[in-house]
């Protein structure tokens, strides 16, 4: 039951209503650290505060990516909201690896909504390596202080009493409010801290219950290749132990390696000394079980020596006149085809607030308990006090978020099944079977033509991608080809969205404080709407006789298109334009061949299409179809994917209706729930680029489904607005299972 691992990148996440929220979604095998490219349904919802849904899609998936957004709607009131990115699958498993960016609507928001903390409020936590403090021994003892919002507090000053007053050791944090210190104990003696922050506050905490028996464990990530284990125990417990074996477990996703530790007389330390290039790349879970398997202490340690972590940068950029043409490059070689999204936001923005990154999602989160707060930080260079940084926050998570009494005593079982597409599950009312017969699943718009067998008058159909709010149709087929309108029950799964939001409690739900200023230097307290932000968005079109009504549900390279209704000739038959369009037309009596005129490989016949359903190479429908039944065309020459190497025909009718010949062999069923189909992303007019709310809050440009050429390089065009500095959000991964995470300020003007 491999699991499925999500990390969503958003283009920002404070919004006005009337923008969209633009995001693309990675799916990843956290086993294999490699994309998890089976899975092909995304469910994507948004909640409130109270953990009510607003609204939600279903997005469509392919070899570990998809891309979408929401409009922001009346409906959604200025205010704090969730986004879930989450699969049935996933609702297997007691470990939530969904997806959930909190999101912020901006604008008025009525005062019993605002609940901002006044009360100064501190977690100060004691986490020792491996579990236990254990009398006698060195126990390393981790730390970490948390503020009423769940951020971290820097500690400027520790110290370490025993009861009678007296200074044992001292300490500070990093800048998380993370840390460690070293304490002998006695269980008999009572350890007490005293913490001092910048703002002088003070703060007194005992230190947990000291263990007269047990066996710490300590863990040292050192800077060359090695991984040190310690363990030490006392003269109470290691008359226990002589005889018996202990195991370190070194593991990650069912990935094991078992090693045995002999406790002997007289040895009360025990070191083992792990080589980084045999440990699994990125995180390590050592696990020390006694003689029956049971697990007595667990530490977590990043192995940085085998990373799927990949460097990108910013290789030039060429200013022109409305626009920028930015250019990056991976240390990757150009055979590895990886997928990016890109976010460009003004340098100044206080609009992108990401929870996670892809590198902390899908090599840290799996694996930890609560929020990474800076995700970006990590991963940001593999100097000493960042890893020093990545080791202090693995250490005080204690143990790994998988329970192990879970595992064992509640062994997992499927209850929702894996989704692939859709399922149709159906009968026919008043049939009598005979031999040969098929029930014939069609959609036009869809491009879905399938035949299937019936059993004891059931049938089923499986894989099926259909996109929300279109049609399906049923059709009876006998052994001759004839088809008559059948009577159809049918059940389709996954039938709606039925989502929710676990553990609303643990994502932090502050609300910002933000105060923005006009031009005038006025304060305008969040009292205003997007129009103040926005101007009216006006699309530039074509003339009225180019536009097309009808368009092909995937884009055509190189399609030429025919606008049939202001055809002059109107009796003129289909299959001469397509002569007239570069390929070879034979008609007979009762059918029509076509073939293109260019030299290709493979298959020398076009895919030919109408209303968006193939015609398997069968054309005779073509035979009696003139220019007057129809309203678009579209003829490519080129080979599309998917579609035949001599290129692609897509013919629309009129108003499509479809050609009148199929109307009653089919029973419809209408309205149906499916993927939700992405815009594509365009580009808001806004009044003033140069205003103070524009730098705080606006969008420059959003890229889902970025590509590098043959040479390795990433290009794309910032529109040139009032700010020269930009500030860009990169997202990647590759079918590897490499990935990028990167944030650059870049001068459009150098």
């Known amino acids: 039951m491999e699991r499925e691992t999500i990390f969503t990148h958003f283009n920002k996440s404070r919004f006005f ?186 703060i007194t905490r005992p230190i947990g219950i000291i263990e007269k028996k047990g066996v710490s464990f300590k863990a040292a990530v050192t800077n060359n290749d090695n991984v040190i284990i310690a363990l030490e125990t006392n003269n109470f417990t290691i008359r226990d132990l002589i005889g018996k074996s202990y195991y370190l477990l070194v593991h990650r996703g069912g990935q094991i390696i078992k090693l045995k530790i002999d406790f002997v007389e007289n040895q009360l330390k025990y070191f083992l000394r792990l080589k980084k290039p045999e440990l699994l790349p990125g995180i390590n879970i050592l696990t020390l079980v006694n003689e029956n398997y049971k697990p007595v202490a667990e530490r977590l340690v990043f192995n940085n020596l085998k990373t799927p972590i990949k460097e990108i940068m910013v290789e030039g950029i060429e200013t022109q006149k409305d626009s920028s043409t930015v250019k990056l490059r991976t240390n990757i070689n150009t055979e590895i085809n990886p997928s990016f999204s890109v976010s460009v936001l003004p340098a100044s923005n206080e609009s992108y607030n990401s929870q996670s990154t892809i590198m902390t999602s899908f090599l840290l989160t799996p694996y930890i308990n609560g929020n990474i707060e800076n995700p970006y930080y990590y991963f940001s260079n593999n100097d000493h006090k960042t890893l020093y940084d990545l080791d202090l926050l693995l250490l005080n998570q204690g143990w790994s978020r998988y329970n192990w009494d879970d595992i064992f005593k509640a062994p997992l079982s499927v209850n929702y099944v894996f989704e692939t597409g859709f399922v149709i599950k159906g009968s026919l009312n008043s049939y009598k079977q005979k031999a040969g017969d098929l029930i014939v699943l069609s959609s036009s718009e869809n491009q879905i033509h399938e035949s299937g067998i019936i059993e004891n008058s059931t049938f089923t159909f499986e894989n099926l991608f259909f996109a929300d709010d279109t049609s399906i149709n049923f059709s009876l087929k006998n052994k001759n080809g004839k088809l008559t309108k059948p009577f159809v029950y049918a059940n389709i799964f996954p039938k709606s969205i039925n989502d929710n939001l676990q553990n609303l409690s643990a994502y932090k739900k502050s609300i910002l404080e933000i105060q923005q200023i006009d031009e005038t230097g006025n304060n305008l307290n969040l009292n205003f709407k997007l129009t103040e932000l ?95 039944d129809l309203e678009d065309m579209y003829i490519s020459r080129m080979p599309n994917p998917g579609d035949s190497p001599a290129g692609t025909i897509k013919i629309f009718t009129r108003n499509g209706q479809g050609l009148s010949t199929i109307g009653d062999d089919y029973q419809t069923i209408d309205n149906l729930f499916g993927f939700s189909i992405p815009k594509e992303y365009y580009q808001p007019n806004y009044i003033n680029t140069t205003s103070n709310t524009f730098l705080k809050f606006g969008t420059i440009h959003w890229i889902p489904n970025l590509t590098p050429n043959d040479e390795g390089e990433l290009t794309f065009k910032v529109p040139n607005y009032g700010s020269d500095n930009v500030k860009i959000y990169i997202e990647g991964m590759s079918a590897e299972g490499y990935l990028w995470s990167k944030v650059e300020s870049i001068n459009l003007k150098k």
């Open 17 to 202: 209503e009337g923008e969209e929220i633009w995001f693309k979604t990675y799916i990843y095998n956290n086993n294999y650290q490699i994309p998890f490219e089976s899975t092909t349904n995304i469910y994507v919802s948004i909640f409130n505060e109270s953990g009510n849904i607003i609204t939600s899609k279903l997005i469509y998936a392919s070899k570990g990516y998809a891309n979408g957004n929401f409009l922001i709607e009346e409906k959604f009131t200025p205010g704090i909201y969730f986004v879930k990115t989450s699969t049935n699958w996933m609702k297997n498993f007691k470990e939530d690896l969904s997806h959930v960016q909190m999101i912020e609507i901006i604008g008025d928001r009525q005062e019993d909504n605002v609940n901002l903390v006044s009360e100064s409020k501190y977690d100060l936590q004691f986490l020792p390596e491996g579990g236990h403090i254990v009398e006698d021994v060195n126990n390393t003892i981790g730390f970490k202080l948390l503020n009423n919002k769940g951020n971290g507090v820097a500690i400027k000053e520790g110290t370490v009493f025993d009861e009678n007053k007296n200074i044992i050791t001292t300490f500070k944090s990093n800048q998380f409010g993370l840390g460690k210190f070293s304490l002998n104990a006695k269980a008999s003696t009572n350890y007490s801290v005293s913490i001092s922050l910048a703002t002088s506050e003070i």
């Open 534 to 628: 926005l101007d009216t968005i006006v699309f530039k079109v074509r003339p009225k006789d180019e536009i097309p009504k009808n368009k092909p549900l995937i884009s055509m390279h190189g399609a030429k298109y025919i606008n049939l209704v202001e055809f002059d000739f109107q009796n003129e038959p289909i299959v001469s334009i397509i002569r007239k369009n570069g390929f070879d037309v034979v008609t007979t009596f009762d059918n029509v061949f076509i073939k293109t005129r260019r030299i290709v490989p493979g298959n020398s016949v076009p895919s030919v299409y109408i209303d968006n359903m193939p015609l398997f190479d069968d054309f005779k429908t073509l035979l009696n179809l003139r220019v007057l």
